[in-house]
């Protein structure tokens, strides 16, 4: 099955600062790249995706990049601020009968103002 | 509101309980997965659930099945409790084109 791997586990920045996540994926047929922002006791919540037919997408201070030849995607997020602390999940769609979502381990990100 | 209710929202059982938890999916919505997410852990597909079957499965024992309604609402039960079973359970809907693919709040168990 798929497995998602993600780098580092820890990461903190000072506020205004960008952080960047890296996770790598093992199934090349894995065709959508969530990122997902879980807070303290809280469910988590989509903040950006990515499909295999794109090469980079945007939102405002987000950004996800998706490289299917290294079967690698990050997660940029420019001009960090406090409430951008959290812990971040990469996941990976496994594709046609593998309908599942395969989450990295997470990465606490926190941003010191 | 993120549209999929979960319930209960915190839940403590014995060991060697049954517990059922419960999900409905967002409006529109069509299949139910459901996840498992230990402390500090990601979460950890269980199964997932379309036209009221189960259509896969992750690397959970027969303690673990479910159910989906024709209302799409679907249930999860956990038959013989262990102390390891404590987690946060995540119910995530979703149409077949995986859009909007959305996590409920979760149901935190306590197996004590």
């Known amino acids: 099955g798929e497995n998602v791997e993600q780098h580092p586990s820890t990461l903190s920045v000072q506020e205004g600062d960008s952080a960047v996540i890296k996770c790598t994926y093992s199934?090349?047929?894995?065709?959508?790249f969530p990122w997902y922002k879980q807070e303290l006791g809280k469910r988590p919540q989509l903040i950006i995706d990515?499909?295999?037919?794109?090469g980079e997408k945007k939102d405002q201070r987000i950004a996800v990049t998706l490289n299917k030849t290294a079967k690698h995607f990050s997660l940029h997020i420019t001009e960090t601020q406090p409430e951008d602390s959290a812990v971040y999940f990469c996941?990976?769609?496994?594709?046609?009968?593998?309908?599942?979502?395969?989450f990295g381990k997470g990465n606490q990100v926190v941003v010191i103002p | 509101d993120a549209g999929v209710t979960q319930s209960p929202t915190h839940l403590i059982k014995t060991r060697g309980q049954q517990v059922t938890l419960r999900c409905s999916p967002k409006?529109?919505?069509?299949?139910v997965s459901w996840y498992q997410q230990a402390l500090g852990q990601g979460p950890q597909f269980i199964f997932q659930?379309?036209?009221?079957?189960?259509?896969q499965r992750g690397n959970f024992p027969d303690r673990f099945s479910g159910h989906q309604f024709p209302n799409y609402s679907s249930e999860l039960n956990v038959n013989a409790l262990l102390l390891g079973d404590s987690a946060l359970y995540l119910c995530?809907?979703?149409?077949?084109?995986?859009?909007?693919?959305?996590f409920g709040s979760g149901t935190r168990l306590t197996v004590v």
């Open positions: 995530a809907s979703s149409s077949q084109s995986l859009n909007g693919y959305t």
């Open positions: 199934d090349s047929a894995s065709n959508y």
């Open positions: 990515i499909r295999s037919n794109v």
């Open positions: 996941a990976a769609f496994g594709g046609y009968g593998n309908n599942r979502l395969a």
């Open positions: 409006s529109g919505h069509d299949t």
């Open positions: 659930y379309y036209e009221e079957e189960e259509r």
